[in-house]
C-alpha cells in the first residue's frame, strides 16, 4: 500500500512538471481586442483597444497586432468587447475586395427606400439591388402606374459592408448602408441612386 502511494504522488508530480514545462514552451502572441462593445460606424481610438497574449492557435486571419493598426479606423459592424479584431471588420481599401472576391470591388453608399430594411442588414449579407421600372413608359411619354412592379435588377449578390448604428429618435437623416460590389455595378447603382430610390432583395 505503501509503495502504491509513492508512486501515485510520484506520476502526479511528473504529469504537473509536464504540463508546467509545456505551458512554459508555448509562446503565446500579441493581438488587440475590443475593449469595450464597439457599434458599427466608430472610428477607433487608443481607449477602444488593448493588448492581449493569447495562443496562436486561436489567432484568425488578419488580427490586428498592435494599436496603431486600429486607430482613426471605422468599424464596420458590431464588436463584443473582448473580441479580436481583423482587418475585416475595419473599413479599409481592402475591405470590398475581401468582401465582394474582386480585386477592382468598390464600396457604394446607398440610402434604401425603405429606412425599416436597414435594421434588417448585417455586415457580410448578399443582396440583390433593384430600382423602379420604367417600362410603362415610352420615350416620349410619362411615366404610368402599373399593377405590377417587377422592378430593374441594378447588380445581384452585393455584399453588406457596412450598416449605421442604431439611430436617435431625433435623428432625421435616412440612414446609408455600404455595399461592396464590382467597379461597373458599383457605378450603376451609385448613379441611378442619385435619381430614382433603391431597394435590395435578400438571399
Given at each position: 500500500m505503501a509503495v502504491r502511494r509513492i508512486a501515485a504522488v510520484v506520476l502526479v508530480g511528473v504529469a504537473l512538471t509536464s504540463a508546467l514545462i509545456a505551458h512554459r514552451g508555448t509562446r503565446l502572441t500579441t493581438v488587440m481586442v475590443a475593449a469595450r462593445d464597439l457599434s458599427p460606424g466608430t472610428e477607433l481610438v487608443a481607449e477602444d483597444l488593448r493588448?492581449?497574449?493569447?495562443?496562436p492557435a486561436v489567432v484568425p486571419p488578419g488580427a490586428l497586432r498592435m494599436t496603431r493598426d486600429g486607430l482613426s479606423r471605422t468599424v464596420t459592424g458590431p464588436v463584443h468587447d473582448g473580441e479580436i479584431l481583423t482587418?475585416?471588420?475595419?473599413?479599409?481599401?481592402?475591405?470590398?475586395?475581401l468582401l465582394a472576391d474582386d480585386d477592382g470591388a468598390r464600396l457604394v453608399p446607398v440610402r434604401l427606400a425603405d429606412d425599416a430594411v436597414v435594421d434588417l442588414l448585417r455586415t457580410g449579407d448578399v443582396v440583390d439591388v433593384l430600382t423602379e421600372s420604367d417600362d410603362t413608359a415610352g420615350p416620349d411619354e410619362p411615366r404610368r402606374p402599373s399593377?405590377?412592379?417587377?422592378?430593374?435588377?441594378?447588380?445581384?449578390g452585393a455584399v453588406v459592408a457596412v450598416v449605421p448604428a442604431q439611430r436617435s429618435t431625433r435623428d432625421t437623416r435616412a440612414p446609408v448602408v455600404m455595399l461592396a460590389m464590382p467597379e461597373r455595378d458599383a457605378h450603376a447603382v451609385a448613379g441611378t441612386a442619385l435619381a430614382a430610390?433603391?431597394?435590395v432583395v435578400f438571399h
Open positions: 493588448a492581449v497574449e493569447v495562443d482587418d475585416w471588420r475595419l473599413l479599409s481599401p481592402r475591405l470590398p475586395a399593377p405590377r412592379h417587377d422592378g430593374t435588377v441594378l447588380v445581384r430610390p433603391v431597394t
